[in-house]
């Protein structure tokens, strides 16, 4: 654990990680732990998203951290039309979960990928967006190419695979799984 601790806290010092520390209120504590690549903070901008849309993301990001009860769909969730209603969504990929965060217009639907590092610690490592007034926003948006983006980041980080919760029930506390 300890290992862990110092490979997070190197990664912070280097400037390959952002901690998000949201404001919190009296009586709130940091309950989870979330960190973000520069570009996916970067990506977060009322600028980049538009207000309420950045309202909307630091609110969700917010209640992840203060331990607010998460909705996860799951890789095997039988009911396709429930992927829009999770928080965070396991995407279709062999273990450790890989896991995307979504957030529906009003201008974009931006997309948030990443991975637990430990059970309540996530790291964003990448950011997509696709306009609704055009058809995209930059290149589209890979899966497979989004997953090798976050195993080569954990890998150049010496993030150790045996950190990652095998599970997406182990890696989230306070979650409903669907």
């Known amino acids: 654990m300890r290992d862990r601790e110092e490979a997070l806290e190197r990664a912070v010092k280097r400037g390959a990680l952002v901690r998000y520390n949201p ?3 009296r009586g709130e504590h940091h309950v989870r732990r979330l960190w973000l ?4 903070s970067a990506a977060l901008l ?3 998203i538009g207000q309420d849309q950045f309202d909307r993301v630091h ?15 799951s890789k095997t969730c039988p009911h396709a039309g429930v992927s829009s209603l999770g928080d965070l969504r396991e995407l279709k990929t062999d273990p450790p979960p890989f896991v995307e965060m979504r957030f529906k217009p009003p201008q974009r639907d931006l997309r948030l990928f990443g991975r637990f590092i430990c059970q309540d610690g996530l790291v964003l490592t990448s950011a997509g967006m696709k306009s609704l007034e055009e058809k995209k926003v930059g290149k589209p948006i890979q899966i497979p190419e989004e997953l090798r983006r976050c195993e080569a980041f954990f890998e150049a980080q010496a993030f150790d ?17 669907i």
Request: aromatic share 8%.
């Open 23 to 25: 404001q919190l209120e």
């Open 37 to 40: 690549r520069p570009n996916v």
């Open 46 to 48: 009322p600028e980049t």
């Open 59 to 73: 609110s969700a990001l917010r209640r992840f951290v203060v331990g607010g009860l998460f909705n996860i769909v």
């Open 161 to 177: 695979s045996r950190w990652t919760p095998p599970s997406i029930e182990a890696s989230l506390t306070n979650a409903k799984i």
